[in-house]
């Protein structure tokens, strides 16, 4: 399965299906390349992507990351800049980025940066990168006040989605991926299965999605910030459990949120929370906020990057399938948020 994105000036392919790093021709436009990956997945799967850039003819070499949201920090950013140099990468060759979203987030974020920018092509290994993140250009890394505060858009030159690699994931790992595919059945599609259990066509449908809005709105100032629903309170929760909390579970509290607030506003269709709650815990998802560190969420909330001042651009559910943007005081939103906690 293929999906074209044209977006920034840039047209791109995303290559999906079982087994799909092995397919010949993918990295044959390459001279060098620099898979940048970390240490649970270079153990399972580095050996193949390896393999495979070999039979390329491509020279590769790689960069070993601890796994984890610390991979989005300045030093482990100059890690990267550091094996990249070692590896002479330049205009002609490429950066891999090997993994899920944080090692797309950041091996992405040092090839825009490296040398004015460098080739970058997403081999993502979860399900929330491959349905997600890995298509639109967001590359960030976090600063100590917030996540994702310094980044960029900085699209791929190519997307090779080999969903054969889901079968080594955590199960919590794939409920977490099914709050992205939820959320765009949520905002655009209206379904909220998550998936008939052919992962595949799964990611398909959802990157299909995805790919929509970016070619839409590149750069993030319309209708693709509906993409954001449920992430403004999903990343104050993960900031304030300091990362312990998996980006898909604050995603589906923050929407399970989000629609509770919009129907106590009468923005909201009466219903719609129900209905999406029910779909949320049918994947696993939670979506009651608890144990909140109230001063931590409320710091993280004050800086999150959609913030202008003293408003954020607030997405919540018109009704299932049809989101809507609206600027919202951020306090008042934080309020809102901490009102629902127990």
Do not use: W
């Amino acid at each position: 399965m293929r999906i074209s994105v044209n977006a920034d000036n840039r047209e791109y392919s995303v290559q999906i299906g079982p087994g799909m790093i092995k397919e010949e021709g993918l990295f044959t436009g390459f001279r060098n390349a620099a898979v940048v990956t970390d240490e649970t997945v270079a153990k399972l799967h580095l050996d193949t992507l390896m393999a495979a850039l070999e039979r390329a003819k491509v020279r590769a070499s790689s960069i070993i990351l601890p796994p984890g949201e610390e991979i989005k920090s300045r030093d482990r950013l100059f890690d990267i800049y550091s094996g990249l140099a070692d590896s002479l990468i330049g205009p002609s060759d490429a950066v891999i980025a090997f993994g899920g979203g944080t090692v797309g987030d950041a091996a992405g974020f040092a090839a825009a940066t490296y040398r004015r920018g460098v080739p970058l092509v997403h081999c993502p290994t979860t399900l929330l990168a491959q349905a997600d993140s890995s298509i639109g250009g967001k590359v960030a890394i976090d600063h100590p006040r917030g996540k994702n505060l310094i980044g960029a858009f900085y699209q791929p030159v190519l997307v090779v989605t080999d969903t054969a690699l889901l079968s080594t994931l955590p199960k919590e790992h794939l409920s977490s991926g099914m709050a992205e595919v939820i959320k765009c059945g949520a905002i655009s599609s209206g379904d909220l299965s998550a998936g008939d259990g052919d992962l595949a066509h799964t990611v398909y449908r959802t990157a299909m999605i995805k790919a929509g809005y970016v070619q839409a709105d590149p750069r993030d100032t319309g209708i693709r910030r509906e993409l954001n629903f449920g992430h403004t309170i999903g990343h104050a929760l993960e900031r304030a459990s300091g990362f312990a909390l998996l980006h898909g579970f604050g995603v589906s509290m923050g929407m399970a949120a989000m629609a509770r607030i919009g129907q106590d506003m009468g923005l909201t269709e009466p219903g719609t929370a129900e209905r999406l709650i029910s779909a949320l815990c049918a994947a696993g998802l939670p979506t009651q906020m608890e144990n909140v560190d109230r001063d931590a969420f409320r710091a993280a909330m004050l800086m999150d990057k959609k913030g202008d001042g003293e408003t954020v651009n607030a997405v919540f559910l018109k009704r299932i399938g049809q989101a809507a943007v609206a600027a919202m005081p951020i306090g008042e939103l934080c309020d809102r948020a901490l009102g629902l906690c127990r």
